[in-house]
């Protein structure tokens, strides 16, 4: 695959996969993450770049863009990968997880993706892709913060989609489910009883698998393809890859 793509998120879980997968395409990646470590090592790995980025700070999501761009003499996509998990019931949510939930989840994607724009203008197929959740599609019982955040993402990808298509930009949003940290910390606020009734529900509710999907196996080569020009006429969707989770 002939394609300069910046990952956003690529340090770990999900966003790991697709630097790697990517990778094995054929694609350059650079990788953003404010988690240094981890970071430089998966890119290291996969044989591509990174750069040091939290995607709250303005400043440091141009700067970072910018220089990505720049090392690769270009840029195609952005993978916007990048996201926490706020969870509590609705009634106990706090100001500030609601500020925090946003300003990762909804204000970090408008950034990242503004400093693309005007390198993916450039190009003739560029895209973006950005990371929701089923939890923006569907009720999240003890999660609302975290599903009105990716609520806000999802709506914002649908408008860009068209504000952009002028540009030859597509936009899509994946609403993935994954075996990640994310999740392990989901699990974790767990005690056993609850821990059973989760995996029976998933057991359930996941006709492919009854499971979390595997990072690298099961998500990140529909990134892949989403990055590709195979997805050309394809814009303004929301891609599940959840193994038939709320079908
Ligand atoms: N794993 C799932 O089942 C699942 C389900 C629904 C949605 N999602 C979404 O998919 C995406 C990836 O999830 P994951 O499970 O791989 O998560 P993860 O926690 O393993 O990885 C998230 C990455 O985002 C980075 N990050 C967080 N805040 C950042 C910031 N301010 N600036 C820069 N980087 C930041 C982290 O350092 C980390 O590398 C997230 O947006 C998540 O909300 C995941």
Redesign the pocket.
């Known amino acids: 695959m002939d394609k300069k793509v910046i990952v956003?998120?690529?340090?770990?879980?999900?966003?790991?996969a697709c630097v790697r997968s990517l990778a094995a395409a054929g694609a350059s990646v650079v990788s953003?993450?404010?988690?240094e470590e981890?970071?430089r090592e998966v890119a290291r790995q996969a044989g591509q770049r990174f750069r040091l980025?939290?995607?709250?700070d303005r400043d440091q999501v141009f700067t970072a863009v910018d220089g990505a761009a720049a090392d690769m003499g270009g840029l195609d996509a952005l993978v916007h990968?990048?996201?926490?998990?706020v969870q509590g019931p609705a009634e106990e949510a706090t100001d500030q997880d609601w500020a925090r939930a946003m300003d990762?989840?909804g204000r970090?994607p408008m950034l990242t993706n503004q400093a693309a724009l005007p390198h993916l203008k450039k190009g003739e197929r560029s895209s973006i892709t950005n990371?929701?959740?089923?939890?923006a599609l569907t009720a999240y019982p003890n999660g609302a913060v975290y599903a009105a955040s990716?609520g806000a993402v999802t709506a914002w990808t649908r408008t860009i989609a068209v504000e952009w298509a002028q540009f030859g930009i597509r936009a899509n949003v994946v609403?993935?489910?994954?075996?990640?940290?994310?999740?392990e910390q989901h699990l974790s606020k767990m005690n056993d009883e609850e821990k059973a009734s989760y995996s029976e529900m998933m057991r359930q509710k996941v006709p492919l698998g009854g499971k979390?999907g595997d990072?690298d196996r099961d998500i990140a080569p529909v990134i892949t393809f989403l990055v590709g020009d195979g997805a050309r006429f394809m814009t303004g969707q929301n891609v599940a890859v959840n193994g038939g989770y709320y079908i």
């Open positions: 956003v998120g690529g340090a770990s879980g999900v966003g790991a953003l993450d404010r988690s981890a970071g980025c939290d995607v709250t990968v990048a996201g926490i998990l990762i989840n970090g990371f929701a959740s089923s939890a990716k609403h993935p489910s994954a075996a990640t940290s994310m999740v979390f990072p």
